[in-house]
């Protein structure tokens, strides 16, 4: 099946500050989307981004399809911010996500 | 907004007992989908479901565990004879012939003790 890594694994940032997350994935994929898991548990979805840029508040993220990557920006992060994000791919003709290992970002006040 | 809803949020259940955990998809979506998560670890597919039958299943999808669509709107997964490795966050999701994505519930917080 398609490999999803996301790195890094952890962040920890400093409230106000600015980061960029990176997922790459192995194989040509025709859904993209990026999810917040808050402390609750819950699975927040910020991005549905197979391709191009999207912007929503202090987040934006994009996707470049042809070199099988994906960045989603945090900007003026935070306390809030924190969590884990998660990538998750579709690839063509599959019909389910396959979600990457997430990056843990800790903000602190 | 559209939303998944999962019922119940939390559940404790005796090693052994059968769970059923409850799930109504967004209402025009037609690709449904359960998808686990043990504590800590990443978000694993467990099934999809399509037109009143099972389209897709994982190696962890075994006979342990059932989908059913009772009704037009509610999903169900059942675990029979639950083992104390259930316990984790298991995950309803949607998704329609649109391009919007899929659509998760907020979760059911499984623990076998």
């Known amino acids: 099946g398609i490999q999803v890594e996301q790195s890094p694994p952890d962040l920890i940032l400093q409230e106000g500050a600015n980061s960029t997350l990176r997922c790459n994935f192995s194989?040509?994929?025709?859904?993209l989307q990026w999810f917040h898991q808050n402390p609750w548990g819950q699975l927040i979805n910020l991005f549905y981004?197979?391709?191009g840029t999207k912007q929503n508040g202090r987040l934006s993220a994009t996707t470049v399809a042809t070199e099988r990557y994906s960045l989603l920006y945090i900007s003026s992060s935070q306390t809030t911010d924190s969590g884990v994000y998660f990538c998750?791919?579709?690839?063509?003709?599959?019909?389910?996500?396959?979600f990457g290992a997430g990056t843990t970002v800790t903000v602190r006040a | 907004e559209p939303e998944v809803t999962q019922t119940p949020s939390h559940q404790v259940t005796q090693m052994g007992q059968e769970v059923i955990l409850r799930c109504v998809p967004i209402?025009?979506?037609?690709?449904f989908y359960w998808y686990r998560q043990i504590l800590g670890q990443k978000v694993e597919f467990l099934v999809s479901?399509?037109?009143?039958?099972?389209?897709?299943k994982s190696e962890i999808f075994d006979d342990q565990f059932s989908v059913e669509r009772p009704d037009g709107s509610n999903f169900t997964l059942k675990i029979r004879s639950t083992k104390l490795e259930d316990s984790a966050m298991y995950f309803c999701?949607?998704?329609?012939?649109?391009?919007?994505?899929?659509?998760f519930g907020s979760g059911t917080r499984l623990t076998v003790v």
């Open positions: 999701a949607s998704s329609g012939t649109e391009n919007y994505g899929y659509t």
């Open positions: 194989d040509s994929v025709n859904n």
């Open positions: 981004i197979p391709s």
């Open positions: 998750a791919v579709e690839q063509w003709n599959d019909y389910k996500l396959s």
């Open positions: 209402s025009n979506h037609l690709y």
């Open positions: 479901f399509y037109n009143n039958e099972i389209s897709e």
